[in-house]
């Protein structure tokens, strides 16, 4: 806002000095000119003049105008490059590989290690592996880790110590861009662009067909909302989605996820703005037309998540108990405590704009 302002009282004062130049000068043209016409000395042909020094100043205008423009292009240049020049927070090595055309999906995080920019560890030598087609949900209360293992897994962050593998390559040692094609991390925001359903669907695969579209519709649970459409899938959302309630966008990306096909999914409360029994259609469907590949879900809502193949338990940064529903219920422990008062971890999640963890 400073910069702006400033450039406005620039333009401003300029505009003001170059238009008090003009009207001086023409005041002086007028004034001298007239006198010296009274007095014979000069002719009638002043007037011409005058029209002609007018013309004059036209160009000059134009290239005040046309040298304000390059200044703003100027600056809006220099931060686009600021961008475009930014150092990845993870850098790709220079013998990086890539994916085979098909993974399995084996996930192991060996003895994992992590904290942000603070001295506070977040992860603590975690020793997970996960199956292919595998279906785990990551649970515990807010700063436990959840959030921080999906991302590792997509190497949106490196370790501080260990590593994560994708069918025995470690991530650090893959193309990023072959990564971000077969592991697909949804954040709780979706990412929503002011473009039209299936231009916003078509990012996750630009060669999709027609019957691909209507498949993760379908699987996101967005056939009521395109019926409802104006103009069905040729409907714009708006800027940010803005068209769309919270659950919508939610679902929206979703559906580009499936698009995408990935070879594993990481959903960190990407469903949080669905009502429960929504959520857990929408989960199950994924988890039934996915069935061979790797998908974690991050969640506070336990009674969503209920059916998976595992449920991993994490407190402050270590696994304290993984199993299935039933298991870690007859155990007793956190996951009891967890599941006996999900009002308590749900109710900030329910809205549409809650804030994801990190």
């Given at each position: 806002?400073?910069?702006?302002?400033?450039?406005?009282?620039v333009?401003?004062?300029?505009?003001?000095?170059?238009?008090?130049?003009?009207?001086?000068?023409?005041?002086?043209?007028?004034?001298?000119?007239?006198?010296?016409?009274?007095?014979?000395v000069?002719?009638?042909?002043?007037?011409?003049?005058?029209?002609?020094?007018?013309?004059?100043?036209?160009?000059?205008?134009?290239?005040?105008?046309?040298?304000?423009?390059?200044?703003?292009?100027?600056?809006?240049?220099?931060?686009?490059?600021?961008?475009?020049?930014?150092?990845?927070?993870?850098?790709?090595?220079?013998?990086?590989?890539?994916?085979?055309?098909r993974?399995?999906?084996?996930?192991?995080?060996?003895?994992?290690?992590?904290?942000?920019?603070?001295?506070?560890?977040?992860l603590?030598g975690?020793?997970l592996?996960?199956?292919?087609?595998?279906?785990?949900?990551?649970?515990?209360?807010?700063?436990?880790?959840?959030?921080?293992?999906?991302?590792?897994?997509?190497?949106?962050?490196?370790?501080?110590?260990?590593?994560?593998?994708?069918?025995?390559?470690?991530?650090?040692?893959i193309?990023?861009?072959?990564?971000?094609?077969?592991?697909?991390?949804?954040?709780?925001?979706?990412?929503?662009?002011?473009?039209?359903?299936?231009?916003?669907?078509?990012?996750?695969?630009?060669?999709?067909?027609?019957?691909?579209?209507?498949?993760?519709?379908?699987?996101?649970?967005?056939?009521?909302?395109?019926?409802?459409?104006?103009?069905?899938?040729?409907?714009?959302?708006?800027?940010?989605?803005?068209?769309?309630?919270?659950?919508?966008?939610?679902?929206?990306?979703l559906?580009r996820?499936?698009?995408?096909?990935?070879?594993?999914?990481?959903?960190?409360?990407?469903?949080?703005?669905?009502?429960?029994?929504?959520?857990?259609?929408?989960?199950?469907?994924?988890?039934?037309?996915?069935?061979?590949?790797?998908i974690?879900?991050?969640?506070?809502?336990?009674?969503?998540?209920?059916?998976?193949?595992?449920?991993?338990?994490?407190?402050?940064?270590?696994?304290?108990?993984?199993?299935?529903?039933?298991?870690?219920?007859?155990?007793?422990?956190?996951?009891n405590?967890?599941?006996?008062?999900?009002a308590?971890?749900?109710?900030?999640?329910?809205?549409?704009?809650?804030?994801?963890?990190?």
């Amino acid at each position: 806002m400073k910069a702006l302002n400033h450039r406005e009282l620039v333009e401003v004062l300029f505009s003001s000095c170059y238009m008090a130049i003009i009207s001086l000068g023409m005041i002086t043209i007028l004034g001298y000119g007239g006198y010296q016409v009274f007095t014979g000395v000069l002719t009638i042909g002043m007037v011409a003049f005058y029209s002609y020094m007018g013309r004059l100043f036209d160009p000059l205008r134009a290239a005040v105008d046309i040298y304000s423009q390059l200044n703003r292009l100027g600056t809006n240049i220099r931060r686009i490059l600021e961008v475009t020049e930014m150092a990845p927070s993870v850098p790709e090595l220079p013998d990086a590989v890539d994916f085979p055309t098909r993974i399995r999906g084996y996930v192991e995080m060996d003895n994992v290690c992590f904290s942000y920019k603070s001295a506070e560890s977040v992860l603590d030598g975690i020793h997970l592996k996960l199956g292919p087609g595998e279906k785990i949900a990551l649970v515990g209360m807010s700063g436990s880790g959840k959030s921080t293992i999906a991302k590792l897994i997509a190497r949106l962050y490196d370790v501080n110590g260990g590593a994560v593998c994708i069918d025995g390559i470690d991530v650090r040692n893959i193309r990023l861009g072959s990564l971000r094609t077969k592991v697909c991390y949804l954040l709780q925001d979706a990412v929503i662009f002011d473009r039209t359903v299936k231009e916003n669907l078509l990012l996750g695969n630009p060669s999709a067909t027609t019957t691909e579209l209507q498949r993760a519709v379908e699987i996101a649970d967005l056939t009521e909302l395109v019926r409802r459409l104006p103009q069905g899938l040729d409907t714009p959302v708006g800027p940010r989605g803005n068209v769309l309630s919270g659950g919508e966008r939610q679902r929206l990306a979703l559906a580009r996820a499936v698009l995408q096909n990935p070879s594993i999914l990481l959903l960190d409360e990407s469903t949080s703005a669905l009502d429960a029994p929504s959520e857990r259609r929408v989960l199950m469907n994924l988890a039934q037309q996915f069935s061979h590949q790797t998908i974690v879900f991050v969640s506070h809502r336990i009674s969503a998540l209920k059916w998976v193949d595992r449920i991993i338990v994490l407190n402050r940064g270590v696994i304290e108990q993984q199993g299935t529903h039933d298991q870690l219920i007859h155990r007793g422990g956190l996951y009891n405590h967890l599941h006996s008062v999900p009002a308590v971890l749900t109710s900030t999640q329910d809205a549409p704009q809650a804030p994801r963890e990190i």
